[in-house]
């Protein structure tokens, strides 16, 4: 199995000059600003994070009343919303905060061994605002890069769907009561898996692992590792150990990450010959991030190219994505020749929670 991945594991060195963000037009208005805020508030009550909920709801208050965090974002550019302003605000903060700039605030982080509380944290949160004002500014210009290691249950049960007849043991899984690879990992991915099982006795091998993304990190440098750290909410110190743990393992064995826009990078990947291997394309959390021109340039290719499978030749596209109804995610797989398009499970965001759907 030949796996390619836009927006793909985050692990390799800089090359090159950065891709362009998608277009923005003027400074954010303080409208759209309150709107995004508003939004996280919501969002990270809905999944588990009330200290981040409250938080956000103080830089809404802030941003309403003209204070420094309103001041700080006045004049970034573009749509606050589309852009997820306030989680880059958010990661930059939380950025000090691990790297041991910010003590004050790091009493009331517990990603940092400290006691979540808003209304104590609040102050500290806003000194660090002012006091690195120039370090976060930059910061914002960047896409949030939260990478969660969970949503890899999904994509579990959707490659071991492509699978079924091929082979690799991978790592370490708890798929609700089904378990699968290597038990004596460091990275064990556990998530509540209800409805259909898995197809478990599926063999997955995989021939080669390659990726994209518009600022692909590199883990082997603390700095740089950390920004993917500092997206974590920091009210949930289980995910940043997960993190931490694929981290060290993806340093083992790292795939190629490419710097580059995913419509850009996946025709040469696409092209090269696969004989008797299934090509996967894949991605989670990622479609949402595209602009819609982009989303509809890699439909037609992968459409195009499936046209062109053959059962020695296959080609599958496989996507843990924000699904339609709100709050949960859709494990779409569409699988040529045929072009075949399932609904394989729904389930959490953040992969806490899967239910399969199955064939
Ligand atoms: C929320 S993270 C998801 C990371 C990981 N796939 C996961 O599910 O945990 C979204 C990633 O998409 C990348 N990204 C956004 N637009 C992109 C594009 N057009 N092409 C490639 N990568 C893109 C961002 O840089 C960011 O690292």
Same mark, same amino acid.
């Given at each position: 199995?030949?796996?390619?991945? @836009?927006?793909?594991?985050?692990? $390799?060195?800089?090359?090159?000059?950065?891709p362009?963000? @998608? #277009?923005?037009?003027?400074?954010?208005?303080?409208?759209?600003?309150? &709107?995004?805020?508003?939004? %996280?508030?919501?969002?990270?009550?809905?999944?588990?994070s009330p200290?981040?909920? #409250?938080?956000?709801?103080?830089?809404?208050?802030?941003?309403? *009343?003209?204070?420094?965090v309103?001041?700080?974002? *006045?004049?970034w %550019?573009?749509?606050?919303?589309?852009?997820?302003?306030p989680?880059?605000?958010?990661?930059?903060?939380?950025?000090?905060?691990?790297?041991?700039?910010?003590?004050?605030?790091?009493?009331?982080?517990?990603?940092?061994?400290g006691?979540?509380?808003?209304?104590?944290?609040?102050?500290?949160?806003?000194?660090?605002? +002012? $006091?690195?004002?120039?370090? &976060?500014?930059? !910061?914002? #210009?960047?896409?949030? %890069?939260?990478?969660?290691?969970?949503r890899?249950?999904?994509?579990?049960?959707?490659?071991?769907?492509?699978?079924?007849?091929?082979?690799? @043991?991978?790592?370490?899984?708890?798929?609700? @009561? =089904?378990?699968?690879?290597?038990r004596s990992?460091p990275?064990g991915?556990?998530?509540?898996?209800?409805?259909?099982?898995?197809?478990?006795?599926?063999?997955?091998?995989?021939?080669? !692992?390659?990726?994209?993304?518009l600022?692909?990190?590199? &883990?082997?440098? =603390?700095?740089?590792?950390?920004?993917?750290?500092?997206?974590?909410?920091?009210?949930?110190?289980?995910?940043?150990?997960?993190?931490?743990?694929?981290?060290?393992?993806?340093? $083992?064995?790292?795939? /190629?990450?490419e710097?580059? !826009?995913?419509?850009?990078?996946?025709?040469?990947?696409? +092209?090269?010959?696969?004989?008797g291997?299934? /090509?996967?394309?894949?991605h989670?959390?990622?479609?949402?991030?595209?602009?819609?021109?982009? $989303?509809?340039?890699?439909?037609?290719?992968?459409? %195009?190219?499936?046209?062109?499978?053959?059962?020695?030749?296959?080609?599958?596209?496989?996507?843990?994505?924000d699904?339609?109804?709100?709050?949960?995610?859709? &494990? /779409?797989?569409t699988?040529?020749?045929?072009?075949?398009?399932?609904?394989?499970?729904?389930?959490?965001?953040?992969?806490?929670?899967?239910?399969w =759907?199955?064939?």
């Amino acid at each position: 199995m030949l796996c390619v991945a @836009p927006d793909g594991c985050d692990a $390799q060195p800089r090359r090159g000059p950065s891709p362009e963000l @998608p #277009e923005v037009s003027g400074v954010a208005d303080r409208e759209s600003l309150l &709107i995004a805020f508003r939004l %996280q508030v919501g969002g990270c009550s809905l999944f588990g994070s009330p200290f981040y909920s #409250e938080l956000m709801q103080k830089a809404y208050d802030d941003v309403e *009343a003209g204070g420094r965090v309103g001041e700080l974002l *006045a004049t970034w %550019q573009g749509d606050p919303v589309r852009g997820f302003l306030p989680l880059r605000l958010f990661g930059a903060v939380h950025d000090h905060v691990l790297a041991g700039h910010a003590p004050e605030l790091a009493r009331y982080y517990p990603t940092a061994g400290g006691r979540a509380d808003a209304d104590a944290a609040w102050p500290a949160f806003e000194a660090v605002v +002012a $006091q690195y004002a120039a370090d &976060i500014a930059p !910061r914002l #210009e960047h896409f949030p %890069q939260t990478n969660e290691v969970r949503r890899c249950a999904g994509l579990l049960g959707g490659f071991l769907e492509i699978a079924e007849r091929t082979a690799l @043991p991978l790592r370490h899984y708890a798929l609700g @009561p =089904h378990t699968w690879g290597d038990r004596s990992s460091p990275v064990g991915i556990s998530t509540d898996w209800s409805g259909a099982e898995p197809c478990m006795s599926a063999r997955i091998e995989i021939e080669s !692992r390659a990726g994209c993304d518009l600022a692909p990190r590199r &883990i082997d440098d =603390h700095d740089d590792a950390r920004v993917l750290e500092s997206f974590v909410w920091a009210d949930q110190p289980d995910r940043l150990e997960e993190l931490r743990a694929a981290i060290e393992l993806a340093k $083992q064995d790292p795939p /190629r990450v490419e710097e580059a !826009r995913a419509r850009d990078w996946l025709p040469a990947e696409l +092209a090269a010959p696969a004989k008797g291997l299934c /090509r996967v394309v894949f991605h989670s959390s990622l479609w949402l991030y595209l602009e819609r021109d982009e $989303q509809n340039e890699i439909r037609d290719m992968l459409t %195009q190219q499936g046209a062109r499978a053959t059962r020695d030749q296959p080609l599958a596209w496989l996507r843990h994505e924000d699904g339609a109804v709100a709050g949960t995610v859709e &494990i /779409r797989l569409t699988r040529w020749p045929g072009g075949e398009e399932r609904l394989l499970g729904m389930g959490h965001p953040h992969g806490r929670r899967v239910k399969w =759907h199955g064939r």
